[in-house]
């Protein structure tokens, strides 16, 4: 009697299955599918997102290379090629670029354009186009945005903005500039030797020093 209970609880579970099957199964068969498509595509994307990098660092550090050994037209071609992609080489091929034209506030802007969202290489193009024309009003101003405080970009914004002072003779702004700059939260070690080397050699009054610093 047991052997009999035991087959027909087999049959009834089978006939379940059956149903089950007949049912749902084209749907078990499409997320199976799915699964397997969807693994398989990641690990393609997966691997060629590693065989571009892995060429883009090939050709990166053969720029190096060519800039290295006096290359640099070859090099500034090198360059210019990676550019064109959106990938950190290709920011990086950038900042290079920029170091062997004639006009590297072209350059400079252009990465600006393209990173606007990015606070970091959106604002560096920022402070490299000042640091080659500090006479420039525009570029100026775009310090002065750059200047507030607690803003990682400050210290060096501050400090252009002093050497800009220095070249127009004006010695007691080119403090404050400093001073302010040496207050600033994300000031460097370097920056803050550099800083202090500078308002060191200024010829400003103490009581406008004091006055700055207040």
């Not at 052997?3 to 009834?12: G, K, S, Y």
């Not at 010829?203 to 207040?214: H, R």
């Amino acid at each position: 009697m047991s052997d009999f209970l035991t087959e027909l609880e087999e049959d009834i579970r089978e006939e379940q299955l059956f149903t089950l099957w007949h049912k749902y199964g084209n749907i078990i068969i499409c997320i199976a599918l799915s699964i397997i498509l969807t693994t398989a595509g990641y690990t393609l994307w997966s691997y060629l997102k590693k065989r571009t990098q892995l060429s883009h660092y090939t050709s990166f550090s053969h720029a190096i290379n060519l800039l290295n050994e006096g290359k640099k037209e070859e090099a500034l071609r090198q360059f210019q090629d990676l550019s064109q992609h959106s990938d950190g080489y290709g920011k990086l091929a950038q900042l290079y670029e920029a170091t062997l034209v004639s006009d590297p506030s072209v350059v400079y802007e252009k990465l600006a354009q393209k990173n606007t969202s990015d606070p970091a290489l959106g604002n560096l193009p920022k402070i490299l186009i000042a640091s080659h024309s500090l006479h420039n009003p525009t570029t100026l101003s775009a310090l002065h945005s750059l200047s507030a405080p607690h803003n990682a970009w400050a210290p060096l914004s501050l400090e252009l903005l002093g050497l800009a002072a220095l070249e127009k003779g004006d010695s007691s702004k080119a403090a404050e500039y400093y001073i302010r700059a040496l207050k600033e939260s994300f000031l460097t070690p370097e920056e803050q030797k550099r800083l202090s080397l500078m308002l060191a050699q200024l010829d400003v009054p103490a009581s406008v020093l004091q006055g700055i610093g207040q």
